[in-house]
């Protein structure tokens, strides 16, 4: 049963998008395709992110030179499932890459002596971390029926900020043009492993 808290924090961040009027969207999810798509892809949504999708699934934007995604939206309706994987296996492959140019944590224990065994060493680590679900591009959430409120981390290989403090602020901070200005934004680090890496929240997030 999807809690309640979470399902309204999820409804009101879609209202906000379509607000905003950034992207086309789409009918919602309905509870079939969350079946399908949660048995495809190993992973169950949080309870916002699930009610956000259900309320309306975001699609497309126009594509402006030098973006760096093409499709910044996951589109969990008609998208390519070697795309989707590929997206979903971003936190994890960019991480890896970084270990991969020398990163390491001391938690780790100590790093192997060649680039190969590190990151079968750092892959190890990284099978028991949370599974985190993309919103945008490389804005995530971690996954998990039953969870909500969390916020949106902004991941790109070791370098992660957090990029709001729920979903709802998240689209405010996203999509709002001017972005407002956190107030005491001090959100807390709620994901396993991930939350290792989080940098204090900068006045205007990027």
């Known amino acids: 049963m999807i809690n309640e808290e979470g399902a309204r924090l999820g409804v009101m961040a879609a209202r906000r998008l379509a607000e905003l009027d950034c992207c086309e969207i789409a009918p919602g999810l309905t509870d079939a395709e969350f079946d399908r798509i949660e048995s495809l892809y190993g992973f169950e949504f949080a309870d916002d992110h699930r009610a956000f999708l259900a309320t309306g699934l975001p699609v497309s934007q126009p594509y402006e030179e030098g973006q ?11 998208g390519d499932p070697d795309e989707l994987r590929e997206h979903l296996d971003w936190p994890v492959r960019e991480l890896l890459r970084d270990v991969g140019s020398g990163h390491w944590i001391q938690s ?16 190890s680590q990284l099978s028991e971390a949370p599974r985190m679900v993309p919103i945008y591009a490389h804005r995530f959430l ?16 070791s370098d992660i900020i957090y990029y709001g403090t729920d979903l709802l602020d998240y689209i405010n901070q ?5 972005r407002p200005e956190p107030d005491e934004w001090n ?3 709620t994901v396993p492993f991930w939350r290792d890496y989080l940098r204090p929240v900068p006045q205007n997030p990027a």
């Open 68 to 78: 760096t995604w093409e499709k910044p939206w996951p589109d969990w309706r008609n």
């Open 108 to 123: 780790w224990g100590e790093r192997p002596d060649t680039t190969e065994a590190a990151v079968a060493a750092a892959r």
């Open 142 to 157: 971690p996954a998990g029926h039953g969870t909500s409120g969390h916020p949106v981390l902004s991941m790109w290989g």
């Open 174 to 178: 996203e999509f709002e043009d001017p």
């Open 187 to 189: 959100p807390q680090a």
